[in-house]
């Protein structure tokens, strides 16, 4: 069994920074690559950042030069860490992950979601 669980978020003022983690643990053999995902009252959920294996990244448009996602590969943990915040960052944030967990079986897991609000 895989688990993420997110840690971070909280209620920041406008142009402020947060952090957020989230640790995979359990059965896992590598990790194919780990995302940010937000969802904020109302909209559908939006893809805000990937890492994959080789450390590449990419960020959504709205969010590109103002976050910035990495990993400790030894923990199995992922970053996000957020500056330059705005109140339409505001939206409960979910890890995501694709992760290996035997030489035949490749399986995709979520966090709990952690609220991030910006106050204006």
């Known amino acids: 069994q895989v688990q993420l669980v997110e840690s971070g978020g909280g209620l920041v003022q406008a142009g402020g920074s947060l952090g957020l983690s989230c640790a995979a643990s359990g059965s896992i053999v590598n990790i194919n690559l780990q995302r940010w995902y937000r969802q904020a009252p109302g909209k559908q959920r939006e893809l805000v950042a990937t890492?994959?294996?080789?450390?590449?990244?990419n960020y959504a448009a709205s969010v590109k030069g103002r976050f910035t996602i990495s990993r400790d590969n030894a923990k199995n943990t992922i970053f996000l860490q957020m500056n330059g915040l705005k109140p339409e960052d505001t939206a409960v944030y979910y890890c995501?992950?694709?992760?290996?967990?035997?030489?035949?079986?490749?399986?995709?897991?979520w966090g709990q979601g952690t609220q991030v609000t910006v106050s204006s």
């Open positions: 995501y992950a694709q992760i290996i967990v035997s030489s035949s079986y490749t399986a995709t897991y």
């Open positions: 890492i994959t294996r080789g450390g590449s990244t």
